[in-house]
T-cell receptor
Framework: GAGVSQSPRYKVAKRGQDVALRCDPI?????LFWYQQALGQGPEFLTY????????KSGLPSDRFFAERPEGSVSTLKIQRTQQEDSAVYLC?????????????FGPGTRLTVL | DQQVKQNSPSLSVQEGRISILNCDYT??????FLWYKKYPAEGPTFLIS?????DKNEDGRFTVFLNKSAKHLSLHIVPSQPGDSAVYFC??????????????FGKGTKLSVIP
């Protein structure tokens, strides 16, 4: 069965450009998470969706970051006016249900490099 | 302020011997702990977890121990195999709060199992 997929796998952007990163979760998964992993660090939480509702965006580092999941399946993370400090791997994860014990399945990530 | 700490960036172990990976946490609200394994260019994959009501959970060659009073957990791999070579992330979650059940990760420990 298909796992979580993300596209593009690699993205190079010039400082100031806008980027959009896509996540296709496992079909039927209710919960969707975005994490940011800087070089040499562990993943850090950005935002959480339950179906189409964005219930937690406490981890978004600035108002340049925006995420959506309009139909409760595919999600897009958009970064406006990219800065060099935005360079990182962006990971998407989905889980079947809601709650502490629902395993999060991760995609391979999108590596964003801002020049 | 790192809430989950993995103080050993790397660990080398001979094939067949025991690998012990350590993790400390500071947030007393954490009540669910997980270990994820990550290969290069792939997303993290779930390995094993433990609830705070337990002090040990075993799954085949993998055992996780939790010492709540010390806010410490460890992952034991016995016997270690070359295919276990990967980066291991310790993660924690809480049943309290906003309900996103986000994961808080450590920085990871790179395990190398030498044949």
């Amino acid at each position: 069965g298909a796992g979580v997929s993300q596209s593009p796998r690699y993205k190079v952007a010039k400082r100031g450009q806008d980027v959009a990163l896509r996540c296709d979760p496992i079909s039927g998964h209710v919960s969707l998470f975005w994490y940011q992993q800087a070089l040499g660090q562990g993943p850090e939480f950005l935002t959480y969706f339950q179906n189409e509702a964005q219930l937690d965006k406490s981890g978004l580092p600035s108002d340049r970051f925006f995420a959506e999941r309009p139909e409760g399946s595919v999600s897009t993370l958009k970064i406006q006016r990219t800065q060099q400090e935005d360079s990182a791997v962006y990971l998407c994860a989905s889980s079947l249900g809601v709650g502490l014990y629902n395993e999060q399945f991760f995609g391979p990530g999108t590596r964003l490099t801002v020049l | 302020d790192q809430q989950v700490k993995q103080n050993s960036p790397s660990l080398s172990v001979q094939e067949g011997r025991i690998s012990i990976l350590n993790c400390d946490y500071t947030n007393s609200m954490f009540d669910y702990f997980l270990w994820y394994k990550k290969y290069p260019a792939e997303g993290p994959t779930f390995l094993i977890s433990i609830s705070s009501i337990k002090d040990k959970n075993e799954d085949g060659r993998f055992t996780v121990f939790l010492n709540k009073s010390a806010k410490h957990l460890s992952l034991h791999i016995v016997p270690s195999q070359p295919g276990d070579s990967a980066v291991y992330f310790c993660a924690a979650s809480s049943s309290a709060g906003a309900g996103s059940y986000q994961l808080t990760f450590g920085k990871g420990t790179k395990l190398s199992v030498i044949p």
